[in-house]
Nanobody
Framework: QVQLVESGGGLVQAGGSLRLSCVAS????????MGWYRQAPGKQREFVAD???????NYADSVKGRFTISRDNAKNTIYLQMNSLKPEDTAVYFC?????????????WGQGTQVTVSS
């Protein structure tokens, strides 16, 4: 399996920005998909943004126009630039890497980083 380490979370006021980082223990070329999920207290984990295996990006409707996912292949790292943050964005953000092999999906997760947006 792969190790994923997130960083960059913190406390920010509404309207502010944060950039999350996720460093993988091996080349991100080895993953069929890689991205970000989040989980707020008392809620289910939800999709935020990811890269497909072809390198295309996808975003949840709630973050389109505000969040941008990017990657640095040489550093085995993906990022999530979060702008115009809202209190509703408060959650633990998890990095996800997915490998699809013989029709089966294998997910790896980071430990999570807390993002708190105050109003």
């Amino acid at each position: 399996q792969v190790q994923l380490v997130e960083s960059g979370g913190g406390l920010v006021q509404a309207g502010g920005s944060l950039r999350l980082s996720c460093v993988a223990s091996r080349s991100i070329f080895s993953f069929n998909a890689m991205g970000w999920y989040r989980q707020a207290p008392g809620k289910q984990r939800e999709f935020v943004a990811d890269f497909t295996g072809e390198g295309n990006t996808n975003y949840a409707d709630s973050v389109k126009g505000r969040f941008t996912i990017s990657r640095d292949n040489a550093k085995n790292t993906i990022y999530l630039q979060m702008n115009s943050l809202k209190p509703e964005d408060t959650a633990v953000y998890f990095c996800n890497a997915r490998v699809t092999l013989l029709g089966r999906e294998f997910d790896s997760w980071g430990q999570g980083t807390q993002v708190t947006v105050s109003s």
